[in-house]
């Protein structure tokens, strides 16, 4: 299990495994909350407190949802929007792997993808190349 948690400490969210990767991602949404994220089945977390959540303003159809502590504002975790769980089936969510103690994630993949330059179709390209955490 990993434990992660905002600042103040009243925000949680329990994981019941290790990601099998973490995206460090340059797009100007994960860039200004400030995450590394590593992806989960909502099955596989566990999230206690309070959060606000904030989906970007800046995009026809937003499928995230940035969620963070509604009193220090660390960002924790985002979930998907309600009409993107409605679209794809409500299958993923992040966890922002930076609140995470780096040597919990040794041997994980973090991977540095192009998400500024990505349309929202097919794959990401990687702006370099992956290395492994710890």
């Known amino acids: 299990m990993i434990e992660l948690s905002c600042l ?3 925000l949680r969210v329990d994981l019941t495994k290790r990601p099998d990767f973490v995206h460090e991602c ?4 994960c860039r200004k909350t400030g995450a590394r994220w590593g992806y989960f089945h909502p099955s596989e977390a ?3 407190g309070a959060s606000q959540g ?4 800046d995009k026809p159809e937003p499928a995230a949802e940035i969620r963070f502590c509604a009193s220090c504002g660390a960002t924790t975790h985002l979930t998907l929007t309600a009409e993107a769980a409605a679209k794809y089936g ?3 969510m ?3 792997m930076l609140l995470a103690d780096e040597r919990e994630l040794a041997g994980v ?9 990505w349309s ?3 794959e990401f390209a990687y702006v370099r190349e992956a290395r492994t955490l710890g």
């Open 54 to 57: 904030y989906s970007r303003t």
């Open 120 to 122: 929202g179709e097919g």
């Open 90 to 92: 409500n299958t993923m």
């Open 46 to 48: 566990t999230v206690t």
């Open 109 to 117: 993949e973090l991977r540095y993808p192009d998400g500024e330059a």
């Open 26 to 29: 340059n797009c100007t949404l």
């Open 94 to 96: 992040g966890a922002n």
């Open 8 to 10: 103040c400490g009243q």
